[in-house]
Structures are given as C-alpha cells and as structure tokens.
C-alpha cells in the first residue's frame, strides 16, 4: 500500500511516522508532499493507492476523476471538515473517503477562550508595549467576562467544550443548533434558542458548526445586524460561515465590538505557509488587518500535540479499516452513497 500525503508539514510528517512505526508497522509506504493536492499536482499521486489531505487540499470533480483514473481508491482526510470534497463524484467513482470526525475538542475549544480573552484584555498589545519598555496602560481596558452572556453556535464536541470552559468563567450561555444530539440533552451547560435571540443576547458570540450549504456566510449583513451593538465575533470553525466584506462594514460602523478569527473565507492559498517577504494581494483581508480590535491567526486551534497524536492514529487506522476491507466507522461514502450524518456528533467541527 502506498500512500501520497499532501500539504505535509515538518510537524504531519513527525506523528504520521511516530504512529505508523509504532502501530501500523506493515500498513504501508508513504510519500510526502509539501504541495496542495490541486489539478496541477494531481499527477504527484499516479500509482499511489491512497491520498491524504488537509482542510485547503482542492478535491473537487476534476481533481477526484484525476486520482481515480491514477490508480487512487482511497481519500483520507485528516481533518473533521469535508465541504471541500466533492462526495458526490467519490460516490460515483467508488472511492473510500474518510475523515477524523473528532479529535481533542478540548484543543480547539481551549483556543476560541484564548482569542476571546485576548482581544477583551488585549494581551497581544499589553506584550509589544511592554518590550518596548512602555508600561502605560491607557488603551488596554477590557471588560469582565463573568456575567456576561457567550452565545455558541453549534453545540458538538467542541462547542460543549467551549460552552463548559466559559461557564467556568461565571458566563450565561444560549446555545444554537438545529442538530444538537443526546450529549447536548444530557448535560445543563446552556440553554437552547432561536439564532436571533442569541445573536440579540450575546456579548460574545463563537461559531462551532460545520461549513454546509446551509451555513455558508451564516454571519452576513443580516445577522450581524441582529447582535448587541459592542459584542465580538469569534470563528475558529470554517472561515465560510462569515461574509468577510459584511464584517468589516460592521466593525467601521462601530457595531462590532471584535472580532477574532482562525480561519478566513479565502485562506486556502495562505495559510499554512510564510508569506512575510511576499506582497499579500487580498485586500479585504488586508484592510481587516488594519482594525486594532481585529484578532487572526493561521487556523492553528487544533494544533496541540494530544491533536495531533489522534489525527494521526485515526487517520492511519481508516487506511487500516480500507486496507482490511472491514466498515470504517468514520467512512464519508458507504456501499454506494453519501453519508449525511449531520445528526450526530461526527459531522460537527
């Protein structure tokens, strides 16, 4: 079994192999790629048995039928998102296709708190100031985040991990999801409502749902008029599920109190890589750069070594599940169809 990783970074390459020594000593052969799985380096994989791919990897039909027509049977994702393949021509191909549905939660969540708390205390500015030898502290008020109320949309693993971390906080949470399953029932963290009503009560809101035709640019015009004036805005999910552009016109508008991102509707051809003696052409994500109370990172949230250990397990013991033959519990296209699990927790990011 061969199989081409994609996207391979130092950090992919150390715990693939860790976990492939160490539990899956004969699974198979791997070539590493520091290129994006695109049309143009599709050839990359010809006689390779399987890819493996991150979140800004182009599956797309022609991409797909290029990997077939090469000899690839099997698509792993080592990621939890999947709107970026398209499944229906995976289907029709025959291709396995698996994910890793969830991996330390806890990651992710821990990370959206740090944002939050960072751009409230502006800790990031409070550290140049300081090694600049300017301790002045005008410029640097926050608010107290106990008693305030934390909207989170999307109430998977991640989003009740987020929720349990700001009620340690003394905060109030409102819950959105149309989904929510039996972990959610089962445990008194929030309260369930309508997306106006946490968008009107909240003065933070933190977006924990998978990209879907139904979510995509979710926060638009229209629902970021809908939240408290002053509130911020927190994404560490899927950089889809913002209008960028309605986001700016909120925060010029002083209707935006923040915002925070790890991800951005546009980072596919950025992230993930050092663009520091480059010139960056995206200019609404340069002009978002220019707010003081704007807060991006590279999508870095689930990156903790526990993250990264599981990744590489779960992604290694789908090839296994593959190789063997037997039903992959976290397979995206079974006997013949799509799977549309969007009614428990494998499908949230």
Not at 28 to 45: D, K
Not at 192 to 207: A, G, I, M, P
Not at 216 to 223: A, F, K, Q, S, V
Request: one cysteine or more.
């Amino acid at each position: 079994m061969k199989l081409a990783v994609f996207s391979a970074k130092s950090y992919d390459r150390a715990y693939l192999d860790e976990v492939l020594s160490t539990r899956f000593p004969d699974l198979c052969t791997i070539e590493y790629h520091a290129f994006a799985l695109s049309e143009e380096t599709v050839p990359l994989a010809r006689s390779c048995d399987a890819v493996c791919v991150f979140v800004n990897d182009t599956l797309d039909e022609p991409v797909l039928r290029a990997l077939h027509a090469g000899g690839v049977r099997a698509i792993l994702l080592r990621c939890a998102g999947f709107n970026h393949v398209h499944l229906t021509t995976a289907e029709s191909l025959g291709l396995f296709v698996a994910n890793v549905p969830a991996y330390s939660p806890e990651a992710v969540a821990e990370f959206a708190v740090t944002l939050v708390q960072t751009l409230n205390r502006k800790t990031h500015r409070a550290y140049n100031r300081v090694r600049e030898g300017n301790f002045n502290i005008e410029g640097l008020l926050g608010t107290t985040l106990c008693g305030k109320t934390v909207g989170i949309v999307g109430v998977g693993r991640i989003g009740l991990a987020a929720a349990k971390i700001f009620q340690g906080f003394g905060c109030r949470i409102l819950a959105h999801d149309p989904y929510a399953g039996p972990e959610f029932s089962s445990q008194n963290l929030c309260t369930l409502v309508e997306l106006d009503t946490l968008l009107q009560e909240s003065h933070v809101v933190s977006l924990h749902c998978p990209l879907t035709e139904g979510t995509r640019r979710l926060i638009d015009e229209t629902t970021l008029a809908r939240m408290k004036p002053g509130a911020m805005l927190v994404n560490t999910s899927r950089g889809g599920l913002i209008d960028t552009a309605a986001v700016i016109e909120a925060l010029k508008s002083h209707h935006l109190g923040g915002v925070a991102l790890d991800v951005y509707e546009a980072e596919g051809e950025l992230f993930y890589n050092d663009h520091s003696g480059e010139i960056i052409d995206d200019d609404v994500l340069m002009r978002l750069m220019t707010f003081p109370n704007v807060l991006i990172c590279g999508h870095q949230g689930f990156f903790t070594r526990e993250a990264l250990t599981e990744i590489a397990g779960v992604t290694l013991s789908n090839l296994a599940d593959f190789t063997a033959g037997r039903s992959c519990a976290n397979s995206l296209v079974t006997e013949g169809h799509v799977l549309v699990r969007r009614d428990t927790d494998p499908v949230r990011l």
